[in-house]
């Protein structure tokens, strides 16, 4: 299976858990394809059959600037292609900003459902006051992952 990895980075700490995440889906005999800087057409050449948004959240709850180009081009299109996919979130955020926690997660939530991407898992949440190794934090829920895109 072909596991489109999307990452949204300020500091770099979202990037690695998307590159830690691909590597885990390479161990496990899938295709995994991350780039950080990804645009649709990129996408659709890899021509993904399941999503994992790995995004932190910046400001008010938005997503970082690295992600904001393609999530705009995939809203536009909104590809039918990808409708029925399974797919799933990794949100990275601190909590003591109450309610934008995890924000850039919720829109890549709300993105997925527009497209019809079935979610697989509940998001993860990694908050940044409680871990300081989310790329092992998230090996568990990503373990879970595998096992249901496998079947």
Known sequence: MKVAILSGSVYGTAEEVARHAESLFKAAGFEAWHAARATLQDLQG?????????????????????????????????????????????????????????????????????????????????DASE???????AEPWLADLIGKLRG
């Open 46 to 126: 890899f021509a993904p059959e399941a999503f994992l948004a790995v995004t932190s959240t910046t400001g008010m709850g938005e997503l970082p600037d690295n992600l904001v180009p393609l999530f705009s081009e995939i809203r536009d299109v909104l590809p039918a292609a990808w409708r029925g996919l399974p797919g799933a979130v990794i949100g990275l955020g601190d909590s003591s900003y109450g309610d934008t926690f995890c924000g850039g997660g919720e829109q890549m939530r709300e993105l997925f459902a527009e497209l019809g991407i079935n979610e697989v898992q509940p998001m993860l949440r990694l």
């Open 131 to 137: 871990t300081v190794t989310p790329e092992t934090d």
